[in-house]
């Protein structure tokens, strides 16, 4: 229809043309703005409708001692409808210029949410590059549960964690998990500190101004609350796995020796992992021990999971690992599909320890159904507050049931088909979702093809039953 309208009329007679037939037809040839966010059921404000991101590139500068954060952000996205404009996540900071495909573009903020108006409309399946510069001192954010996330600093340098929407404290984006990408953090620091992120460290250069850049790549996607930036002054340690996984540990030096203990085996467990669940999903592993106190948390940052400290205890550590099969490489649909990170993290838990010969799986599950805090101290957690794979509110998403209830779904399913199907079952799952998003619907689902059992009284009690099974 366009190339006829353009032969036959002036230019601006078909502009009108098209433009009218846009508007009689709903927008399919005109452009119109993406969504501001895709709510989620506990966010909805998170990411952005209209665009999926393929790669961010962000060229960092931070200066530790006026907390200071300078840069630029590149975005490149597919346009998944005409857009005459898209948003972008972005909390605090000042935004100094925006351009799409080169071109200066307007925008605006309210609230959290960046409007970019590039000068061009984008059409449907075009893939453009938005570079956003920003910078300023950023600032922390407060999560419904009480903890802090975003951009937090240290003594004498600073972090970033973003579960579940603190990255737009730190660079604008699609901040929600259903939105995953590859990424370049590229990070200058003064001399005498480090710079961490995720991925593989692919070069170490001076600047030449007394700075330090040092340049991260992450090949696989990635989750944007799963991306980290640590600048201060660690202790840096690499090395290998027995197959082959590239390790890089960044450790706080007071924390050096409380963190030498649970970090010893990681490269073990690198291995014991794979054996589990299948092949490590990522082509790095390691570290990020920061100072004690940063925190109220670990978190699984994408090959470098963040400690607060050293690691309390070398299950943890073993937590923190499965995440990246579990969240990171399968990452949940929504804020609501929690468990299928939390409670598979913490049924990992309960592998290594029964293959370390400690308790039982069994064990742990009995100990939580009796609220008996010998074999697991947390057993006497509020674990029956609420179903798994339902949390009341976003408040709720980092709770003990999502936890331990969850892992006691994934016993019981294992008591209903059996060891065998079961390993099949888990390794089934994080092989066949690698680096996509799955929910827990997908989850039931996948299940019971998978093994040949109808499971619907495990997810009835166990999953989304509100009474504390018997
Ligand atoms: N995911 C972290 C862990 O390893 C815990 C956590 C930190 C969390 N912040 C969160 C969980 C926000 C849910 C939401 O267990
Ligand atoms: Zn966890």
Redesign the pocket.
């Known amino acids: 229809m366009e190339p006829r309208a353009r032969s036959r009329l002036p230019v601006t007679a078909a502009a009108a043309l098209l433009a009218l037939t846009a508007a009689c037809t709903g927008g399919t040839v005109q452009g119109r703005p993406g969504a501001s966010g895709l709510r989620d059921p506990y966010f909805p404000k998170a990411g952005n409708g209209g665009y999926q991101v393929e790669h961010y590139a962000l060229d960092l500068g931070y200066d530790p001692a006026g907390g200071r954060l300078h840069g630029t952000a590149v975005i490149t996205a597919r346009a998944e409808q005409g857009l005459s404009s898209f948003n972008l996540d972005l909390s605090g900071l000042r935004v100094e210029g925006v351009k799409v495909q080169g071109a200066g573009a307007r925008f605006n903020r309210t609230g959290n949410e960046l409007t970019v108006r590039p000068a061009e409309e984008l059409k449907k399946g075009e893939v453009f590059r938005t570079e956003i510069a920003y910078g300023g001192k950023p600032k922390a954010l407060a ?1 419904p ?1 009480g ?1 802090e ?1 975003g951009w937090i600093t240290t003594g004498d340098g600073a972090v970033g ?1 973003g ?2 929407v603190g990255s737009m404290t730190w660079f604008p984006g699609n901040h929600h998990p259903s939105d995953k990408a590859t990424y370049d953090i590229t990070l200058t620091v003064p001399h005498g500190y480090q710079a961490v992120s995720n991925g593989e460290l692919r070069s170490r250069t001076d600047t030449g101004d007394g700075r330090t850049a040092f340049a991260w790549h992450s090949p696989e996607p990635m989750a944007s609350y799963l991306a980290t930036a640590a600048v201060g002054r660690y202790e840096v340690t690499t090395g290998r796995t027995a197959s082959g996984v590239a390790l890089y540990t960044a450790v706080e030096p007071e924390e050096a020796d409380r963190s030498a203990g649970p970090l010893a085996r990681l490269p073990e467990m690198v291995e014991w992992g794979s054996g589990r669940f299948g092949p490590y999903p990522f082509g790095t592993a390691g570290a990020i021990v920061l100072p004690a106190g940063t925190l109220a ?4 940052t994408q090959t470098k ?1 963040v400690y607060s400290g050293a690691p309390d205890s070398e299950e943890l550590v073993l ?2 690992l499965a ?1 990246q099969w579990f ?1 990171n490489s399968v990452s949940p649909e929504s ?1 609501k599909d ?1 468990w299928l ?2 409670g598979f ?1 913490t049924y990992a838990e309960w592998l290594w320890a029964e293959d370390q010969g400690e308790h039982t799986a069994q064990e742990r599950f009995d100990a939580f159904l009796e609220g008996d805090t010998s074999v697991d101290g947390r057993a006497a957690a509020d674990w029956d507050a609420f179903p798994p794979a339902a949390p009341p509110g976003p408040e709720d ?2 709770g003990s049931p ?2 331990y209830r969850g892992a006691m779904v994934l016993h019981r399913i294992r008591q209903e088909v059996g060891d065998e199907k079961f390993f099949d079952l888990l390794r089934g799952w994080a092989v066949d979702h690698r680096h996509g998003n799955a929910g827990t619907a997908g989850f039931t689902a996948y299940a019971e093809r998978r093994t040949g059992h109808d499971l619907k009284k495990v997810w009835d009690v166990w999953l989304y039953g509100k009474a504390r099974p018997r």
């Open positions: 999560d549960d903890s996330e964690v579960e579940p948390y670990a978190l699984e999971p937590h923190e995440h969240g804020w929690m990170n939390e993290a998403i980092s999502v936890y």
